[in-house]
């Protein structure tokens, strides 16, 4: 039942070959073995084989480490006397494989050009390289930077921008004058640039205020599968450079995230809400609205987060799972703590009068 | 960080020139000022420049209005006094803002007809001014209103029905046999129609019981991004006029949602619940299936309603974050609150002997 | 308000005439009455008319069962001399329903083949009987065995393979080299094979660390609309056979989900998480990474999973909602606990000394 077994043996996309001397350049490693070794693929440890590079991320590894079929490994400077194979020796043996597997599994293209199943409008402009693969629709007035992808039906509303090297994968929409900065990823479905949830009352009816902004995406920004992203009611809806936004995350109008921020799965932001740099959101966490979040807080799945913060640190809420019938005695118990609250402050009230007062007696006075 | 700061001075979607007197006459507030002044955009207070009209929702935005270089503000009557500056006066500043916002910013449309790069069938039937966009794709039966536009990518299934000036936006999915009313918008990747979500047992393994009835959507219904509702068992699931959903909701087959009501982002429900008209349903809350709700309840954001209600007001659940090293903590008391209790109650008793039933004694007994 | 009031008397999709005793035949039940009677659609109970096939789930229907206009009815052994309607008589009367109602309203299909306003590639392998619709787009070396059918806008991106007789439904993506099984169903909107969610810090800012594995689905697997599948970083995120997924659910990187398990809606596992075979997992649950699930376990609505679980049994969490007043005081009272525990201790110890250790106290000792 495990996911990555040993019949796993190469990742679905090839690999290309590289000697481990220019790798090692390329990533940033040093070297300790022979640069003439060849790796054309990355692998789990346990699961790797011929020209396999794998990645020791763990201490609990060195085991399979022994026992590992790969051509090399990534490995920290104090692990290095765990193993004979040729190493990438690093301070950051996740960074490192990232990079490396990057390299060695670069993305196939299809060729440049607009297909002749896509629709292009006319006064759109495409940048030198750029890709528009069938069934994909670039309207009036949209930029489109060198070596922009424009996946299978994708669709790029009117007046939208984006930067070079920049990839919409199938079936993402961007809205009319979003601005997506350079090496940004959207993800198959995401919706950058629907319309903000704003109403007036009109009685018992609303009435739509129109939503006249837009969102704006810095550099090496992602945005995973099917999340939604709105335009700004006015000005700019905002996620700064090198933001990652997780799949079916919803970011509501005028929010703002702050560089290097990541959001993971089902995070909801309500509208107008900062979230400062450096954060990190488990899923499922919620933010209410016009908050002001300081750069450099984390917060674990499932954080109900619903007034401004500005101390960094971990923050958490919610009650983890528990057998159905501890968690209804549970549910019944937190109803009457107000009752209990009262109890023991009568309880505290009468050993005071059975005491008398006496000398002795400390009380502690917590309400 | 601000999101609206001074630099971003106009909205997104230009506007055109409105002179105040006809304005005001058209979204039904009061002059006061000069009617041939002239507005050709919103703007937020404290970045307005020339021709913009402006909106005082809070007084403590008064002090802005001293400086703003707007052409006009739209306020109540008790604040007239702030400012001499022409003014639509009113009880309802924001839907006065939001009506004239919607006049001078009204929203481009492309030219009417079926674009070549769409694709009809045959068999649909298509009203006057009716607009199909390039990639969209209307199937056989579909029936489609006067001046419906379907964008980009948007795909009506066999035999919906789509009522007068609703827009489907870019990739959105309106299922087979579904009917929408006028007016209405269903934004990018939204899914009206997918399968309801039923199974009958067949030993281990599950047995489809076919969804066999459709979606139903009043007028003036919105309906977000990437959201999803599922067509009924038999019957319909129905959306009553006037009801709005934001991005990423889920309503299940057989869901009733009562006229007006508005539901936030990431919310859902379960299979056949009914929401009453006027409710309010803040992000993220859930509800389970058969509930009757009754109108006029307002959640607040993550609420989980487990049981009908039938009574109006406001409904919460759910423990804001707090530090972790708390949280934690509140965590392990909940768990133990059931001994909590017990120890209370023997404490009690005890205070009860020790106190040899003393008639200037009183017992609270909550249990 | 009822959603399936008596006014609608059928269901959407046209049904066929079918005849009692071979009906009986195919869907394995016994037979009580006249094998000549015709149903040509199922209904409800209460707005069953000529021609209905209804079902009997619930003795309080038994009234209804009295004054019915169907032809006949599905119902258990015990109940059969409830009524004197031919009757097909079962164990498992949902399950039998749910068989009858899909024999009597098979789903309709477009003719085969790829229409011409579809794209299929060059490379791409399909089988006979595939439908292709209008707007489609198959990739070069996409595989498609026999009658898989794409609905209008679905995209197979290059080298996914899809098995017999499964359905893609429009504006569905199945990612590259992704693989499914016979007779699975994919939603509108459904995402299977985007990135997986993986980053190394490089500083303050994050570089991608590839996903290179992909998705497999095995047979008889369903996907509800909009939900989203991320393929593995090297290897697998897998659906085992049979396995139901509704709506907006996010399965991350490397999860796996048992055969037969049902996920209902906006249900998130972050990555590398097992959930063991026979689960069921009610609305808006949430799974932390890397955790064990044995089979058979049962999560309620919103249960938030944070540890293994090694024992089957139903699981819960959260609080239910409750009127604003009485949670504010709830919320308030738990930020407390910590201190009333504390007290309750110091009154045992207060208690205890005033007793003076006398022999006939008892005391219990919770902590």
């Known amino acids: 039942m495990e996911s990555d077994g040993p019949e796993v043996r190469r990742p679905f996309r ?14 940033g490693a040093e070297l300790d073995g022979d640069p003439e070794v060849v790796v054309d693929h990355v692998a789990a ?14 201490r609990r590894m060195c085991a399979a480490l022994q026992e590992t079929g790969a051509a090399a490994v990534v490995l920290r400077r104090e692990e290095r006397n765990r193993t004979t194979l040729p190493a990438l020796v690093t301070d950051h043996p996740q960074l490192i494989f990232a990079r ?69 994968e199938s079936g993402a929409v961007i809205g009319w004058g979003c601005r997506l900065g350079r090496r940004c990823r959207v993800e198959p ?10 109403f007036a009352k009109d009685g018992e009816a ?37 933001v990652k936004i997780d ?4 970011i509501a109008h005028n929010c703002r995230i702050g560089v290097h921020s990541a959001v993971a799965g089902q995070v909801g932001f309500a509208g107008s809400t900062y979230l400062g740099p450096g954060c990190t959101v488990g899923g499922q966490a919620g933010f209410a609205d016009h908050l002001e979040i300081v750069g450099g807080c984390h917060f674990t799945g499932r954080a109900m987060v619903t007034g401004s913060i500005d101390t960094p640190g971990v923050y958490s809420s919610g009650l983890p799972a528990t057998p159905n019938r501890r968690w209804r005695k549970s549910v019944a118990r937190v109803q009457q703590l107000d009752e209990m ?15 008398g007062g006496a000398p002795g007696g400390t009380t502690e006075d917590g309400e």
Do not use: K
């Not at 020209?51 to 991320?57: E, K, R």
């Not at 479905?189 to 704003?198: D, L, N, R």
């Open 14 to 27: 090839p690999g290309a070959p590289w000697r481990l001397g220019v790798l090692a350049e390329h990533v």
């Open 247 to 250: 799949n079916l995350v919803h």
């Open 100 to 168: 490396a597997a990057g390299l060695i599994h670069a993305e196939p293209r299809p060729d440049d050009g607009v297909h002749p199943a896509a629709w292009v409008a006319d006064g759109a402009d495409l940048g030198e390289g750029v890709i528009v693969a069938p069934g994909a629709v670039v309207e009036p007035g949209a930029r489109l930077g060198a070596r922009v992808w424009v996946q299978s039906g994708a669709v790029i509303q009117a007046g939208a921008e984006i930067g070079e090297d920049t990839v919409i």
């Open 45 to 58: 440890l346990d699961s790797a084989g011929d020209g396999a590079l794998v990645f020791l991320h763990d």
């Open 206 to 242: 609303w009435v739509r205020i129109p939503q006249l902004g837009r969102v704006v995406l810095g550099d090496d920004v992602e945005v995973g599968a099917n999340a939604a992203i709105d335009r700004a009611t006015l000005g700019e809806t905002v996620l700064e450079d090198g």
């Open 341 to 355: 609250a009262r109890r023991l402050r009568a309880l505290e009230q009468e050993i005071e009068a059975l005491r």
């Open 189 to 198: 479905g995401a919706v950058i640039g629907g319309t903000g949830f704003g």
